[in-house]
């Protein structure tokens, strides 16, 4: 079970509490704008990734060769656990991330999470559906092996093969944006690095696109799913 020690919490709360906002700009100034329901996501290079994921991959592909449905049969597994040095290190990764995430939200009291993890391998053709995690808190994936684009055989310009798209929970917020309204696109796409981890809400509608090379693109996807205490009661 991770923890993270919300006396180690950078920075300091919003004022005014809950149904309270923070008031007038103060010493009349300009006019205060406030950057309402953010939704955050983490991203991360990982220092050291190239080792590990030359052994991440090996490990993965081994247990695909034994395991018909590998990658869709995701609760038969939990890769966070497996007893490897690289799994172990991807376990020790993801928990550090997952505390730089909640760092840079307003908790400032001690969250306790364990990790559900479980491997992808989309080889030619593969994709996931729009899709997102209910029952968790965050989820989140590492990148093993991404495919280089210049591998992709040629067609349509508006493909984006390798990439993950996550949506706007909002449903329809973009109707009535303008040009250079941050409302008007309702999509943002990743195109991920192999060694890079994102964390996201659990909650946050995503899509992985198809892959279009010949070689597999590998990553392991986890949820976070909390500890319940008291203090999580708003």
């Known amino acids: 079970m991770a923890k993270r020690d919300g006396r180690d919490r950078r920075g300091g709360g919003r004022d005014g509490g809950r149904g309270g906002g923070r008031g007038a700009a103060k010493g009349g100034g300009g006019p205060l704008i406030e950057k309402l329901w953010p939704t955050h996501l983490l991203r991360h290079r990982l220092p050291g990734f190239e080792a590990a994921n030359a052994a991440l991959a090996e490990v993965i592909l081994a247990q695909e060769a034994g395991q018909a449905g590998f990658t869709t049969a995701y609760l038969d597994q939990n890769f966070m656990q497996l007893d490897h040095p690289a799994a172990q290190w991807l376990s020790q990764c993801a928990n550090k991330a997952v505390a730089d ?86 999509e943002f796409r990743v195109t991920p690095q192999p060694g890079e981890i994102m964390i996201w809400p659990a909650f946050l509608h995503h899509f992985v696109h198809q892959n279009l090379s010949d070689r597999p693109r590998i990553s392991v996807s986890f949820n976070v799913v909390l500890k319940w205490k008291d203090a999580y009661i708003p």
């Open 101 to 186: 995430y909640v760092a840079a939200t307003d908790i400032d009291y001690d969250v306790e999470w364990s990790l559900q993890g479980w491997a992808n391998i989309n080889r030619l053709g593969d994709y996931h559906n729009l899709h997102n995690h209910p029952h968790s808190w965050l989820s989140g994936t590492y990148y093993v092996s991404v495919p280089d684009e210049d591998r992709v055989p040629p067609g349509r310009t508006d493909r984006n093969p390798g990439a993950i798209s996550f949506f706007d929970p909002r449903g329809q917020a973009n109707m009535n944006a303008i040009k250079g309204d941050p409302q008007v696109d309702p």
